[in-house]
C-alpha cells in the first residue's frame, strides 16, 4: 500500500477534528486555513455515545410539526435536479487517468511508471491520450455522450499543500477565510430552513463543502445505517428509548442557549430518523433494493451511491450530496496498485450509479461531478511514485452533460516552473457552469469573482 505524505495525514486529522462537534481542533501552522464549516453553529451529533450516525448542522430551531411539514412539501414539489460531488482524496494522478501515450516526453519523464502503448481505450477527443485501464467504465460513459473530461484542470498559484489546495476546492475561492462551502452558500441562497435533506453529506462528518452560515444539511452514512445503538437495547425497549429521545425536543429551554441547540438538535434527528425508517432493514434483508448490480467491496462508496439512488427514489427532497471516493491517491511511491484499485472501484460504481438512475428514469436529473485537489508532477520520484503537483483530471457524469471536453491537455512540453501541468481550465468557472446550467443560481452570488472566469458548456 502507498505511503502518504505527513501534510496528507495531518490534513485528514485536522477535518476529522473539525467536523465532529464535542472536539477541539489541533494547532494548526501559520498560513493554513480553517477548514469549511469550522466554527458554524450546529445541532450536530446529539447524544453522540448513544450511536447516533446522523447530525443536522445549520438551521434554526424549528417545531416538529414545521420541521415534518417542510420535508413533506420539499417532497411533494416539482422535482428538482441533483449534484453529486465525489472527491478523490490525496491528489489523483492526471497523467495516469488520461495518459499522454502520444506525447514523446511522457516515457522520458516516467520510464517506470509510464502505462504500456496498448493499455486503456484510446481518448477519442484527443489522440495523444488513451484512458488508464481501471476506467473503462468512464471510458463506456463517455462513448455513450454522458462524461465530459477535464484534462487540465486547476487554478492560478497552484498551491501543492492537500490542506490548502482541498480548502480552495471546497469554498470555491482561493481564499484561506472563508468558512462555508461553496454548495453550502447556494444552500443558503436557495435552500429551505426545514429541509436538511436539501444538503446531504454521505459520511460521518460533515464535507466541508456543504458547510452553510443558516440553512440545515444532514450528514448519515447511509439511508440504512441511521439509527441509535445502546447495549443490549432492542425491540419495543429500544423503540421506546428512540421515541423518549425524540420527545427531548420539547422540552422547555427555559432560555437556555444550550439546551435551546440540544432540543433543537432532538427535533431534526427524530423527524429524519421517521423519514429514514423505510430503508431500515429487517429481518436480516436489506431496507432498500437496487435495479442493478453494484460492485461488491467492503468499502462504503458503492452502498452509499446505491442508497441515494433509492433515496431519490423514494422522493426524498435531496438536493445537493457530497461524498469521498475509494482510494488513498497521495501515491509518494508504489502508486501502480492503490492507484488502479481505487480508479476501478470508483469509475465502476459510477457506471452502477448511472444504470440505476437511468433503471428508475431519474438519470436527467442527477449530474455528478468528480475532483481531486490537484494532480501530481509529471516527473516520476525515485519511489516509483509522483509527488503533489498542480493541474489534475475531473469529470462530470450524467445523461444531461454536455460529454465533450472542457479545456485541453496541456501537454508535457510546457511544464511549469515545478515541472507540473498547466491548468487549461479553472475550477471555478466549472463551479460557475454547473451553479448556472445545471442548478439555476447566480454564480456571481456564491463563488467570488465569479464573473472573471470563463464558463465552459457543460450541460447539453
Partial sequence: MAR????????????????EAGRGLPAIEAGMPLPAGTGLDRRSFLARGAGLALAVYGG??????????????????????????VFLDGGADSL??????????????????????????????????????????????HAEGKVAVMPGVGYTGPDQSHFTSRHFWEVGATSEQIRTGWLG?????????????????????????????KM????????????????????????????????????????????KQATSAARQSARLREQLLPFTPKNDQPGYTSP?????????????????????????????????????????????????????????????F???????????????????????????????????????????????VNGTMIGEFPGLAKLDDHGNLRATSDFRGIYSAVLEQWLGADAEAIIPGARSFARPKVIR
Fill in 4 to 19: 502518504c505524505c505527513s501534510d496528507f495525514s495531518r490534513t485528514d486529522l485536522l477535518r476529522r477534528a473539525a467536523a
Fill in 60 to 85: 434554526a430551531a424549528l417545531l416538529p410539526r414545521a420541521f415534518e411539514e417542510g420535508i413533506a412539501a420539499a417532497a411533494a414539489a416539482a422535482p428538482q435536479k441533483v449534484l453529486v460531488s
Fill in 96 to 141: 495516469s487517468m488520461l495518459f499522454p501515450n502520444g506525447d514523446p516526453l511522457y516515457r522520458r519523464l516516467r520510464p517506470r511508471l509510464a502505462l504500456p502503448a496498448s493499455a486503456g481505450l484510446p481518448f477519442a477527443e484527443d489522440d495523444r491520450l488513451r484512458w488508464h485501464p481501471s476506467l473503462a467504465a468512464l471510458a463506456q460513459l
Fill in 185 to 213: 452558500r447556494y444552500l443558503d441562497r436557495t435552500g429551505s430552513p426545514d429541509n436538511p435533506l436539501q444538503g446531504l453529506s454521505l459520511d460521518w462528518r460533515l464535507q466541508p463543502s456543504l458547510a452553510t452560515a
Fill in 216 to 259: 440545515p444539511v444532514a450528514s448519515i452514512d447511509g439511508p440504512d445505517q441511521y439509527g441509535f445503538w445502546a447495549r443490549n437495547v432492542w425491540g419495543d425497549v429500544e423503540k421506546r428509548m428512540l421515541d423518549a429521545i425524540g420527545s427531548l425536543g420539547s422540552l422547555p429551554t427555559g432560555g437556555d442557549a444550550a439546551l
Fill in 292 to 352: 442493478v448490480a453494484y460492485p461488491k467491496t467492503d468499502d462504503e462508496f458503492p452502498r452509499r451511491l446505491a442508497g441515494l439512488a433509492a433515496m431519490l427514489g423514494a422522493g426524498l427532497p435531496v438536493r445537493v450530496v457530497a461524498l469521498s471516493a475509494p482510494g488513498m491517491y497521495d501515491t509518494h511511491d508504489d502508486q501502480p496498485q492503490e492507484l488502479a484499485d481505487g480508479l476501478k472501484l470508483t469509475a465502476e460504481s459510477l457506471l452502477a
Fill in 354 to 400: 448511472q444504470r440505476d438512475l437511468e433503471s428508475r428514469q431519474l438519470s436527467d436529473r442527477v449530474l455528478v461531478h468528480v475532483w481531486s485537489e490537484f494532480g501530481r508532477r509529471a516527473k516520476e520520484n525515485g519511489s516509483n511514485g509522483t509527488d503533489h503537483g498542480a493541474a489534475g483530471a475531473g469529470f462530470l457524469v450524467g445523461s444531461r
